[in-house]
């Protein structure tokens, strides 16, 4: 059953300039965008930076304004125009990419955890310690260290004092945005490991956004993929790395370097077979838009030659 739905959704930000400061352009940085996560599931937004995987993250949250489309979590629309606003923030919640800058330097740690609880629940001083306290113990860090402050702590440990804050309300969604881009190689896995744990043990439905295929490979059971603001594949995990239809999906796949020696040369293969395959897509765009005369043109009267045609 689908948890979360989005549906054909579009957020364009608006560029001013100019003396007036008019609207002059905008960036489609969402342009159309559908897919749904099924309860239970990890569903992966995979892309480049700036194909727009953290504003679709954030407009699920509520934290952008969206131009066109529809998101809905279970029953409810949740940017519908008319009616009574749904609050679905303890149901949603979010993991940030930079476990630093995500948790106020200024507070403690009992604070930081307890803030979502007090926001939703009265509970008495003691009961509130309690429930920060177990929480922390529940994501692996000594229920001793509530009145730290974040500095105290590793990277790897802030981010699971995140996870607490995050898990507080007991969520049904996770939105985790490049949880691990900002840790260690050597932390990311334990990171990794544990928010499965965390998941399994709350039966927690996450919506993984990352750029590191590796990380997502490791993660989800379905991904889409995600190219200048639009859904270019989606589909099972697997059958994505194992099969990618789409050119962009083909070059994503083919960049990962694999570590396995015996694979070495079946990878160079696939590489430049995608290089070959990518060329041809790039002469075929050109002939779609009947530029390949222009380019004849361009190269005939500076005298230089054409790339060999793949
Ligand atoms: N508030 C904003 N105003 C104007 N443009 C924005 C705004 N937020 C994002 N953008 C633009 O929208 C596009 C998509 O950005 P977004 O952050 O969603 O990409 P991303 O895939 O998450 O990349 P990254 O991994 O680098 O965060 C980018 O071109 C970005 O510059």
Redesign the pocket.
């Known amino acids: 059953m689908a948890l979360l739905k989005v549906d054909d959704l579009k957020i364009h930000?608006p560029i001013h300039g100019g003396i007036l400061n008019r609207k002059i352009d905008e960036?489609k940085?969402v342009d159309g965008v559908s897919f749904e996560v099924r309860e239970g599931e990890t569903y992966g937004l995979v892309?480049e930076?700036?194909?727009?995987?953290?504003?679709t993250g954030k407009a699920v949250m509520g934290l952008n304004n969206i131009t066109d489309g529809d998101i809905y979590f279970e029953d409810s629309h949740l940017n519908a125009k008319k009616g009574k606003k749904v609050d679905v923030r303890n149901d949603i919640q979010m993991i940030f990419q930079d476990p630093y800058s995500s948790l106020n330097p200024r507070k403690r740690v009992i604070d930081i955890v307890a803030e979502p609880i007090r926001n939703y629940e009265k509970l008495s001083k003691d009961e509130e310690k309690k429930r920060v306290q177990e929480l922390l113990e529940r994501v692996g860090i000594s229920s001793d260290s509530i009145m730290k402050y974040p500095h105290e702590f590793s990277g790897g440990q802030r981010q699971r004092i995140g996870v607490a804050r995050a898990i507080a309300l007991n969520p049904k969604l996770i939105i985790a945005d490049?949880p691990v881009s900002a840790l260690d190689v050597s932390v990311q896995a334990q990171v990794l490991n544990f928010l499965q744990d965390i998941q399994k043990e709350m039966d927690l439905t996450l919506f993984f956004i990352a750029?590191d295929l590796g990380v997502i490979k490791h993660m989800c059971d379905r991904i889409g993929i995600?190219y200048q603001g639009r859904l270019v594949e989606e589909g099972l995990t697997e059958e994505i790395f194992n099969n990618p239809q789409h050119i962009y999906t083909k070059r994503l796949v083919a960049a990962i370097p694999d570590v396995d020696p015996r694979n070495r040369e079946k990878h160079r293969e696939f590489r430049a077979q995608i290089k070959e395959e990518y060329q041809q897509s790039f002469y075929d765009y050109f002939n779609e838009e009947g530029l390949a005369f222009n380019l004849k043109q361009i190269t005939d009267t500076h005298k230089v030659a054409l790339p060999e045609r793949g």
């Open positions: 930000f960036v940085a892309g930076s700036g194909s727009g995987k953290t504003t490049e750029h995600m």
